[in-house]
């Protein structure tokens, strides 16, 4: 079971990204999705997320309203659509499954798949 980040890139301030999630392995698509960042030296920051069964979605105060996930199952691909995008927001992201939460969630203990993450720079 594989999850794999693509989209990451430097973006000027106030720009917009589209980071992709493309899962494999999965016999179904019957996992949460969530989405994470790392900055270095900090602790993995939880973003957004999108439930398995009843597509419930919840986003972190720092990403609501400007940030927007979605899911193509037929793709099995999760996307991330990040716009108004500042400099606090540097940092590598990550998308991870869970095959077993009812909806979703984003503490990273609840998930036990990983991708490799992608970079995204915000800067002028």
């Known amino acids: 079971l594989q999850l794999a980040e693509s989209g990451g890139a430097l973006v000027q301030p106030g720009g917009s990204l589209r980071l992709s999630c493309t899962a494999s392995?999965?016999?179904?698509?019957?996992?949460?999705i969530g989405w994470f960042r790392r900055v270095p030296g900090k602790e993995r920051e939880g973003v957004t997320c999108?439930?398995?069964?009843?597509?419930?979605?919840y986003y972190s105060d720092s990403v609501k309203g400007r940030f927007t996930i979605s899911r193509d199952n037929a793709k099995k691909t999760v996307y991330l659509q990040m716009n108004s995008l500042a400099p606090e927001d540097t940092a590598v992201y990550y998308c991870?499954?869970?095959?077993?939460?009812?909806?979703?969630?984003?503490?990273?203990?609840?998930?036990?798949?990983w991708g490799q993450g992608t970079q995204v720079t915000v800067s002028s």
């Open positions: 991870a499954a869970s095959t077993w939460l009812v909806g979703c969630s984003i503490v990273t203990y609840e998930y036990e798949y």
């Open positions: 392995g999965f016999t179904s698509d019957d996992y949460a």
């Open positions: 999108i439930a398995a069964i009843d597509g419930s979605i």
